[in-house]
């Protein structure tokens, strides 16, 4: 084999390690030195180093840009279709549904088809391409009056269009980065990173989008630090900030744009050529095991609850606690800022509570988090907006002690050759199933708990506390579940059930 002879055969001549030019993305076999307990450097290690850089820079971008197109319209979105007049019966959550409808697609789709027949950066050039095209349509998409809503199917369409061609867009970016790592394992959580930033970042310029600058001085009439300040503290209200939120389809629209481009500099990663087309289906017979049956019933929760979060806080932090509208991005994306932090120490965690431990600690986060949702407004008024903006820092743990754990559990309990179909088929409750459901249940909570009814039956004003206890309970009873029913033996990489 090459210059070796077995697996301690002798050096014949120089040993070659794959790499990738930079120019062409063509492999290549590049002259490895040998050095002393078997490590072999490149001759030209300085360029191997550059070659490296700049294909995770590439990376990076990738991700960054994939994740603020996400993080770009899908925080205020389930604040906004309400606002356009849509029923919360079934259209709001029809429209919401898109992309867990997307998602169930998706597991078919890119998986069995699109990553088999076409060079993954191609497919996602063309998925972002038709994609931001359809935010933009929805950015033009208005409600004409405040009697009469927005039309809905054009906006329906669109959204649909747009979440079929960015949700397999999901698994495909992950694909590239794991085909063209030297060292996945090493480097991929640090590249994926990125994506987490990029949701971050498409948060805060929102903070001076959605101003008021009618009611904003000039900066020349007043110091900077007094122009900030009325900037920072004069949102927009009303129909004027319901016009302007259409700008989040308009950023997350450029962005995908802008990806599209970019994916034609990516490195060529061709279709798959190998794997079983319904894998997934032998997966599902692990859920004969009792403790992956749990572990299945409770990840369906626990994905319902997590979509109840994304359902109402941006209405709650609005109109519950009054919080200016133009802070309600920044603020969910403390989320995003703690799931950095966490996932920093979930491996400690692991180690030392377990699997079981870690993972109900995990959903009692989404309790402890819709627990203060609930009571907030019985709190004093001077703390009522703290604790619930101190709150969404619990989204680091609900998301790497449950959902992170969940997916290095998969990995550990499957064998090897169903492991990517075991995690696509969980995938289909997180992203699919559980919040798909959540949606009309949180569609049904808002009629069954409204306080206040516009002229045309849909709802204007809920009681947050009856609904917040419902997500609640759920949580508890997900973590009662895990807690006294989950038992993975240990060492158990098994065959299917009989």
């Known amino acids: 084999m090459g210059g070796t002879q077995g697996r301690r055969g002798i050096h014949r001549g120089p040993l ?42 590439r990376l990076s971008i990738m991700m960054f840009l994939q994740f603020f197109i996400w993080g770009a319209w899908y925080p205020l979105v389930f604040d906004y279709v309400p606002s356009l007049g849509f029923n919360t019966d079934w259209q709001v959550p029809l429209v919401l549904g898109t992309f867990n409808l997307s998602a169930l697609v998706a597991m078919f789709f890119s998986n069995q088809f699109a990553d088999r027949k076409f060079a993954a950066e191609k497919f996602l050039a063309f998925s972002h391409l038709i994609g931001g095209l359809a935010m933009i349509g929805l950015s033009f998409i208005k409600r004409p009056d405040g009697t009469t809503p927005a039309p809905y199917w054009p906006f329906f369409g669109l959204m649909l269009l747009h979440t079929l061609f960015y949700v397999p867009t999901i698994s495909i970016t992950n694909a590239i980065a794991f085909a063209n790592l030297q060292d996945p394992a090493k480097d991929f959580g640090k590249v994926r990173l990125w994506g987490t930033i990029g949701w971050i970042a498409a ?10 600058w009618a009611k904003v001085p000039s900066l020349g009439d007043v110091g900077f630090v007094t122009w900030l300040g009325e900037a920072l503290g004069s949102p927009l209200t009303g129909a ?25 500099i990516l490195p060529h990663t061709p279709p798959k050529t190998s794997g079983e087309p319904l894998a997934w289906l032998e ?28 359902y109402w806080t941006a209405t709650f932090l609005k109109e519950g606690v009054n919080l200016p509208g133009n802070w309600v991005m920044p603020v969910m994306s403390i989320g995003q800022i703690a799931e950095i932090l966490t996932m920093a120490i979930l491996g400690y965690v692991l180690k030392t509570l377990g699997w079981r431990f870690t993972m109900v600690i995990g959903i009692l986060g989404h309790a402890g988090r819709f627990a203060v949702f609930a009571f907030a407004q019985s709190l004093p008024e001077a703390y009522r907006q703290p604790a619930a903006i101190l709150i969404n820092v619990l989204h680091g743990i609900c998301y790497a002690f449950f959902f992170a754990t969940l997916y290095i559990f998969i990995d550990e309990y499957f064998p090897k050759d169903i492991r990517a179909s075991a995690q696509g088929l969980f995938n289909m409750l997180i992203l699919g199933v559980g919040p798909f459901v959540s949606n009309f249940v949180s569609g049904r909570l808002a009629t069954m708990f409204a306080t206040a009814v516009n002229e045309a039956g849909n709802v204007t004003a809920v009681d947050f506390p009856s609904v917040f206890r419902v997500p609640l309970l759920a949580a508890v009873v997900a973590a009662l579940l895990l807690l006294v029913l989950f038992h993975p033996p240990k060492g158990d990489r098994g065959d299917v059930p009989t």
């Open 203 to 212: 948060a805060w310029p929102f903070v001076f989008i959605l101003v008021d």
């Open 16 to 57: 070659t390690r794959p790499t990738v030019d930079v120019a062409s993305d063509v492999p290549c076999h590049e002259p490895l030195a040998f050095r002393p307990g078997n490590a072999y450097i490149p001759h030209h290690f300085p360029m191997f180093l550059i070659r490296e850089g700049l294909m995770k820079l």
């Open 283 to 310: 997966a599902i017979k692990f859920l004969r095991k009792p403790y992956l049956l749990i572990l299945f019933i409770v990840t369906f929760i626990d994905a319902a609850v997590h979509q109840a979060y994304f």
């Open 240 to 264: 004027t900030l319901r016009e302007a939120t259409r700008y989040t389809f308009l950023a997350a629209g450029i962005a995908s744009l802008v990806l599209a481009a970019f994916s034609l």
